[in-house]
């Protein structure tokens, strides 16, 4: 099974800042489960427009996939009283506020809403009154997800106000050709060992790298994306389980700190800020051999690199679990068709439907009994050499910790690596100075 992605973007900022679409050639897409959902016809409520039947309006940021993957006919076909209509809007800081406004109101909410794993923290814990408990819908079973991921949309007292749709789980990308002119092993099981089970063996190859790398090229991309890799396998990053903002003294962030930190001020890192157009150009023109690199970036690259980078890119596994990117379904309790949205809520995220969405559109499954899916299993990519990406993805993330979240876990993450880490890779300034910049930029965002 050979797959194809491509770019979709949901944000800017953080993690659901950049997504990936994904195609697979027909024949693989044959072999995907049944597009039959499950349950017989619908009633309820009626839309302008649809008489005698239940519009069912769905709230998502950018282009998050479900319609797009024929996810939404599908269910409609099964469903011939159901119409689904989409709200779409394409950047979540635009979005997120928006939902906020909207709960706090009790109007303008759509039937079903997507959160972004950097907002589900803020949703569990202050808005789950005004969410349905979607764990006790018929259908949805707690141990068909990752069990990390369906912690994240559970509130303290219980309640699953999030059902999972994808998730991000960290390998390393990197370049073949570059590796073996700097003598460094190209297999990808031989590149996983090199750094299995520690970030800082990491940067030891990437200093072995150095040390013969082909001219104009450096290890990685930028210190700022090895941050956030780093991070995304810690239980505890900026809050602890009692709520309180622990960042300044967590051990964890202070080492993925100073490996970040050791990249630039090693001469390791291209000095790119992700997602700009300099990084854009650094994956075309060749000018750094590795970049961590969750499912959804697989897109990315391939849009950016070009055709000259087919089979110069391959997938290992990174040096530990990590995850970086998600979203969730929820449904309101200000909805008129609740029943039927938390119907759709839960077919859209079963494991059959996670499987098609990642077969259509790259986003890798929050269900982890999808993983034994033909179509998640046996998923290569052609672009990266044929690299097992299911086997790749699916193992790091039954490896991800359950992480602890804070309602201001975007705010924290982002002025740590747009402000702080920029300021060691791109400007020189010392791991302590940027990291005192950080702090600053954090307390005054948090009016601390």
């Known amino acids: 099974m ?15 800042l950049s997504a990936t679409a994904a195609l697979l050639c027909g024949a693989l897409l044959s072999g995907c489960a049944s597009d039959d959902p499950a349950g017989g016809g619908s009633t309820g409520g009626t839309g302008a427009g649809q008489k005698g039947k239940t519009v069912l309006k769905v709230g998502v940021f950018g282009a998050f996939g479900m319609k797009e993957a024929g996810l939404f006919d599908a269910y409609m076909k099964a469903n011939p009283n159901v119409v689904i209509e989409q709200n779409s809007i394409e950047r979540n800081e635009n979005y997120y506020p928006q939902l906020l406004n909207h709960l706090t109101s009790g109007s303008g909410l759509s039937d079903i809403q997507a959160v972004e794993v950097n907002n589900i923290a803020e949703i569990t814990a202050t808005q789950s009154a005004k969410l349905m408990d979607l764990g006790k819908v018929q259908g949805v079973t707690k141990d068909a997800f990752l069990p990390w991921k369906w912690a994240q949309g559970t509130s303290k007292d219980g309640k699953t106000v999030g059902l999972g749709t994808d998730v991000g789980p960290m390998g390393i990308c990197y370049r073949k050709d570059l590796f073996q002119k700097a003598g460094l092993p190209t297999e990808r099981a031989a590149v996983g060992k090199l750094w299995a089970g520690d970030w800082k063996k990491y940067l030891e190859v990437g200093k072995q790298y150095k040390a013969k790398a082909p001219d104009g090229t450096k290890f990685l991309d930028s210190a700022s994306g090895l ?5 995304g396998g810690n239980e505890k990053r900026f ?9 300044k003294s967590n051990p964890a962030v202070k080492e993925a700190w100073a490996v970040a930190a050791e990249s ?3 001469g390791l890192s291209a000095k790119h800020q992700q997602f700009q157009k300099g990084w854009d ?12 690199c969750p499912p959804w970036m697989l897109g990315y690259i391939q849009d950016k690199a070009g055709a000259a980078g087919k089979g110069k890119w391959d997938v290992a596994p990174a040096p530990k679990p990590s995850n970086w990117g998600g979203a969730f379904l929820t449904v309101p309790e200000a909805g008129k068709n609740k029943a039927e949205a938390a119907k759709l809520a839960a077919w859209l995220t079963a494991p059959a439907q996670q499987a098609t969405l990642f ?10 009994t999808a993983y034994a899916d033909p179509v998640v299993s046996g998923a290569k990519h052609e672009y990266f050499g044929g690299a097992p990406i299911g086997e790749i993805f699916s193992a790091a993330a039954k490896g991800v910790p359950v992480q602890i979240l804070g309602p201001k876990d975007l705010v924290i993450n982002t002025n740590m690596a747009d ?4 300021q060691v890779d791109q400007k020189g300034k010392s ?3 940027g990291w005192n910049a950080a702090v600053k930029a954090i307390d005054n965002a948090l009016d601390q």
């Open 2 to 16: 050979q797959i194809k992605l491509v770019r979709r973007t949901r944000s800017k900022s953080a993690v659901a």
């Open 227 to 231: 941050l956030a890799a780093v991070m």
């Open 239 to 247: 809050y602890d389980a009692d709520g309180k903002v622990i960042y």
């Open 264 to 266: 630039a001020t090693a």
């Open 281 to 292: 150009q650094g994956f075309a023109n060749g000018q750094f051999a590795t970049v961590s």
């Open 359 to 368: 077969a259509k559109r790259g986003s890798f499954p929050s269900a982890q």
């Open 419 to 422: 402000i702080g880490m920029l």
């Open 431 to 433: 791991p302590e100075d």
